[in-house]
């Protein structure tokens, strides 16, 4: 299939395209829908199959849109940090920027610059390590929570309650100590939004569907009730002079620029900072228990390693870093179930990569879940072996074969949190639960805002 900009083109842009760069080898697929169909069953898959098939640039038909998936690592480079200027994030998040509002996740130029710098601080590693018997405690409540569920001997589906775990440690590093009575309230309106938020649809066939006026009552309504919770915490911060959590955090940065944040904007960049973080980490908890369920051989050292280096007390700043196999299994885990599984960019302006043509207004796609199934950096790209993270295995890699948390100057600023909250629960959880995935019950994954398992990830928990 040509192009659809090729069959259009002008006289002026033959001449043009006659000396440009080649464009990229890929699937034709079909008439009118491109490669649609095979999309929609399953974008990851596909993927993997074009970029094993193509090479590391691959151009595709997303209906009739020409379309570039980027997955060897000299070419991410190049993407996300050579010709960073040449592209924007994604036009297509902005439907998500109804729920998020202008925050650092979405935002462009000047004000991206001010809300990174802004932010920045919240997340310095000795900020962070200081929050670290909170973060324990935290978990600790969950735990105890789940007890009741564990005692009743039935399996049952832990993702909503590793969801919860991450919710609430979120939610105290964003808005503070002091407003940790907002958690609920938060959980609870993000429990209803999760309900209505619509899903892409699945089938080539499946457009997206018109919301019902319910759901769209229900949606605002839920809105409506997030503004007010993080509102709230925004006037109490103001009134208390806080300097506690990310919130505390752009106050001071507030003073000391001398020019007031607008109310609105606070809330976007809470919120952004909110919705980035706590589905990523969850879904991290909730796929690495259920590998290790399926080898018990690594799940035993993990076990050990914890019960050696912890003795039964929480993670603190001298331990952590000793956790290296349960840090090892959070990366491999991340490799095999990146949360972003996939992320884009727009070219603004016509770009050559890797020797081929991009021309302005494309999508280019780089796909985590692709680049880290990529034989020639991980060989049984299948298999779970947290050992490839050992340095002299590293070492070997190029360092853009494993992104799950992006690169370049967009690269995940909580990527450090994350990392620590995520030692902190499994930690929690090794001194205290053995996970079993439930033998009837069959997972599969599937994307959504993160890659989740399909119907829920259904296991026996036994007290240790
Ligand atoms: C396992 C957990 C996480 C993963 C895998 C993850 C992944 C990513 C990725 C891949 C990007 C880059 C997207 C792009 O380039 O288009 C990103 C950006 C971002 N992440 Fe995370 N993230 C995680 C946790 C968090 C947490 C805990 C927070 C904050 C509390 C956070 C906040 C952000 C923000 C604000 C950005 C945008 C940064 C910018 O554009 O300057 N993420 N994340």
Redesign the pocket.
């Known amino acids: 299939m040509n192009s659809p900009d090729a069959a259009s083109a002008t006289p002026a842009e033959h001449a043009r395209t006659a000396t440009r760069a080649p464009d990229p080898p890929g699937p034709e697929g079909a008439f009118h829908f491109g490669s649609l169909a095979e999309i929609r069953d399953n974008p990851m898959d596909f993927y993997v199959r074009i970029s094993q098939k193509y090479g590391g640039i691959v151009r595709f038909f997303y209906g009739k849109k020409a379309t570039y998936l980027v997955s060897e690592p000299d070419l991410i480079k190049e993407l ?1 940090i050579k010709h960073r200027e040449r592209y924007v ?2 036009e297509r ?1 902005k439907e998500l920027q109804r729920l998020i509002g202008e ?5 462009e130029g000047e004000v ?1 610059q001010r ?2 710098t802004s ?1 920045m601080p919240a ?1 310095r590693r000795e900020r962070i390590h200081a929050q670290l018997p909170v973060i324990a405690q935290l978990v600790d409540e969950r735990l105890d929570k789940w007890q009741a569920m564990v005692d009743s001997g039935e399996p049952f589906d832990t993702e909503p309650h590793f969801s919860e775990i ?1 919710q609430s440690l ?1 939610c105290d ?2 808005l503070g100590t002091e407003n940790r009575d907002l958690t609920e309230p938060i959980l609870e309106v993000l429990r209803r939004l999760m309900t209505y938020w619509p899903t892409p649809p699945r089938t080539i066939l499946g457009g997206y569907k018109l919301p019902s006026p319910k759901t769209v009552r229900e949606l605002k309504g839920a809105l409506a009730d997030l503004d007010d919770c993080f509102y709230e915490a925004i006037r109490r911060a103001r009134a208390s002079n806080q300097e506690d959590g ?1 919130l505390g955090v752009l106050l001071q940065h507030e003073h000391e620029s001398q020019g007031r944040y607008e109310d609105q904007e606070l809330r976007d960049q809470l919120v ?3 919705m ?3 589905e ?2 969850a ?2 908890a909730t796929w690495l228990f259920y590998r290790l369920s399926l080898q018990p051989q690594i799940r035993d050292r993990v076990y050990a390693e914890v019960a050696s280096v912890l003795d039964g007390s929480p993670p603190d700043a001298e331990t952590l870093p000793l956790l290296d196999l349960t840090k090892r299994s ?1 990366q491999e885990t ?1 490799r095999l179930y ?3 599984y996939n ?3 727009i070219a603004v302006q016509d770009d050559v990569l890797g020797g081929y043509h991009i021309p302005k207004g494309a999508m280019v796609i ?1 796909a ?1 879940w692709a680049t880290h199934r990529l034989t020639a950096y991980w060989p049984d790209p299948e298999g779970f072996d947290p050992d490839r993270f050992l340095p002299e295995r590293n070492a070997k890699r190029p360092g853009m074969a494993y ?13 450090g ?3 620590v ?2 030692t902190v629960t499994v930690a929690r959880f090794c001194q205290r639960y053995r996970l079993d995935l439930e033998p009837a019950h069959h997972v599969r994954h599937v994307p959504g805002t ?1 890659m989740r398992p399909e119907n829920g990830m259904v296991m026996r928990v036994l007290s240790i």
């Open positions: 996300l994030k994604n998040y925050g650092l996740l979405l935002s991206w809300q990174r932010s997340f991450s979120i590093f964003i990310a952004t900072l909110y980035a973080g706590f990523t980490s879904s991290v959070i991340m990146p949360p972003a992320f884009s960019r780089v985590p992104i799950p948390f992006g690169a370049g100057h967009r690269v995940c600023i909580g990527a949190l994350a990392t909250q995520l993160v």
